[in-house]
C-alpha cells in the first residue's frame, strides 16, 4: 500500500488497529542527515517492548502498577518512496496477547474518564485528518503560487529587456538628429 503523506498512513494503521481491536503508537523513525526530513516511520502496537522499572536513589520513583507492555511485534513499517508516496514495507499482523473485546461490552464497563479520553480520541483523530487536509490544500496553493511567480518573472524580464531595447534605439536617433 502506498500513501500521500506520513499522517495518512498514521490515520490508516491507526483505524485499522481501531478496528482489529487494539491501540496504535508511533515508535522509531529514520531521518535524513541531510535535511533531518523523515524518511521512514515505525508504526505498532502500544504493547510492544517490555517497561523498564524506573527506581530512584531512595526506591522506586512511581506506584508499582503492572505493565502495559507484552512484547508485542505487530507493527508496519512506512518509507518515503522515490515517487514521493510512502510505502508500507513491512508489515507484522500478528499479536501475542488477546485483542480488545468487542465496542458494545466495553461500553458497559467504561468509567467517566475512558468515556473521555475516547470522546477526545475521536475529535485528536477528526483534528490530524483536517491538518492533513489543509496541509495538502496549502501544498497545492504554495504550487499554484510557484507557477505564477515563475510567469510573472518571465514577463518583468521581457519588460526590462524591452526597455533596454528601447533605451538604445532612443539613443541611436538622439545621435542620428
Not at 104 to 131: P, S
Amino acid at each position: 500500500m502506498e500513501f500521500d503523506s506520513e499522517e495518512a498512513a498514521k490515520i490508516f494503521y491507526d483505524e485499522y488497529a481501531r478496528r482489529v481491536g487494539f491501540v496504535m503508537r508511533v515508535m522509531s523513525c529514520r531521518r535524513s542527515e541531510r535535511d533531518g526530513r523523515i524518511l521512514a516511520r515505525r508504526l505498532g502496537c502500544n504493547k510492544e517492548g517490555y517497561c523498564v522499572s524506573i527506581r530512584g536513589k531512595f526506591g522506586p520513583v512511581r506506584k508499582p502498577r503492572p505493565s502495559t507492555r507484552e512484547g508485542c511485534k505487530a507493527m508496519i513499517h512506512v518509507k518515503f518512496d522515490k515517487s514521493g508516496k510512502w510505502v508500507i514495507t513491512k508489515f507484522v499482523k500478528e499479536h501475542n496477547h488477546p485483542l480488545v473485546v468487542a465496542p458494545r461490552e466495553a461500553r458497559q464497563t467504561m468509567d467517566e474518564k475512558d468515556k473521555k479520553i475516547q470522546e477526545l480520541t475521536v475529535e485528536l483523530r477528526n483534528k490530524k485528518r483536517l491538518c492533513a487536509l489543509y496541509q495538502e490544500q496549502l501544498t497545492t496553493f504554495m504550487k499554484v503560487v510557484e507557477v505564477h511567480s515563475d510567469h510573472l518573472s518571465k514577463k518583468v524580464q521581457n519588460v526590462i529587456n524591452n526597455l533596454k531595447e528601447f533605451e538604445s534605439i532612443e539613443k541611436e536617433l538622439s545621435r542620428n538628429r
